[in-house]
């Protein structure tokens, strides 16, 4: 049975309520319990495919290792981090490198993260049309409105050419105020992340996040008109800790086993479209 506690948006967004004070480290919070040799952790992830991967860890390797994973599912990005310091989580897995120091910068979190586990190239989604050239003028372009991965969207389009940003900025930060060439007249509709599989029969195309399009049914290689290169892909996503807890034995022996051999083998078979890369 996989074990695990699915948080709506409604109950994340509740949660973005509290105080942010107290935002740093765990210094008084312990990692995991213990019983019979055996640590428990309690891990956040996005259900696809970071809540598939954590399960077939649980499932085949964590118990070789002295570990039983709690897993709890997030549909919003900005509830895992929160629930990691506040002390609900012991680690997460669920956002690459621009994401986290975003949040780390803007929230004040004290969090350490591992190395890279996978990539989910990003793509350019359309029910309407089977190839960027064939984007009309003043096409509805469907974009997160969160700033590390609006920037990810935006730079996939500039390196296809289909539109340009200023010179200079940094791809990751980069928002659509920084597009300085636009000869499609493309009109951004920003949205959350979640929403923009949901709502892509109501724009010309979107460029949606991989994990949620897999949950929508979607390949980004198969179904996608333009694909993120997973090739020297800065957006791997990894394992994220509370700062100071990054030596913590059980979660280095976690980190290890998300990065094995067998989480590589279990990836490329279950993505062999290449939706899901191993990062490692």
């Known amino acids: 049975m996989r074990k695990t506690l699915i948080l709506s948006s409604a109950v994340a967004a509740t ?3 509290l105080s942010a004070c107290g935002a740093g480290g765990g210094e008084d919070q312990t990692v995991g319990t213990e019983a019979d040799g055996v640590t428990t952790l309690t891990v956040g992830v996005s259900p696809v495919p970071h809540g598939d991967i954590l399960t077939f860890v649980d499932e085949n390797l964590a118990e070789d290792a002295g570990l039983d994973l709690e897993i709890t599912e997030y ?3 900005t509830a895992p981090n929160k629930a990691l310091v506040d002390g609900d989580l012991d680690a997460n897995y669920f956002q690459h490198l621009p994401y986290f120091e ?10 350490a993260h591992f190395e890279g586990i996978h990539i989910e190239p990003f793509a350019l989604f359309s029910e309407s049309i089977d190839s960027v050239d064939d ?3 003043g096409a509805a372009i469907g974009i997160n409105n969160d700033p ?6 935006l730079d996939l389009l500039a390196q296809a050419g289909v539109i340009g940003l200023n010179d200079g900025v940094d791809a990751a930060s980069a928002t659509i105020h920084d597009v300085a060439d636009n000869p499609k007249n493309l009109e951004f509709v920003e949205a959350d992340a979640a929403q923009l599989a949901r709502t892509l029969a109501d724009v010309d195309a979107a460029v949606i996040n991989g994990n949620n399009a897999l949950e929508a049914g979607l390949s980004p290689t198969e ?7 997973g090739e020297g892909n800065p957006y791997a996503n990894f394992l994220a800790v509370r700062a100071g807890d990054e030596t913590n034995e059980a979660l280095v022996a976690l980190d290890g086993l998300l990065r094995s051999d067998e989480v590589s083998q279990y990836i490329e078979e279950n993505w062999s479209d290449g939706a899901v890369l191993p990062a490692f």
Do not use: C, K
């Not at 975003?102 to 969090?111: D, H, I, T």
């Not at 590390?148 to 969207?153: E, L, P």
């Open 75 to 77: 549909t919003d990005y």
């Open 148 to 153: 590390s991965n609006q920037g990810r969207a």
């Open 223 to 229: 179904d996608g008109i333009l694909v993120e290169d």
């Open 135 to 137: 984007l009309p003028d």
């Open 102 to 111: 975003s949040e780390v910068a803007g929230q004040g979190y004290e969090l």
């Open 15 to 17: 949660a973005l309520t």
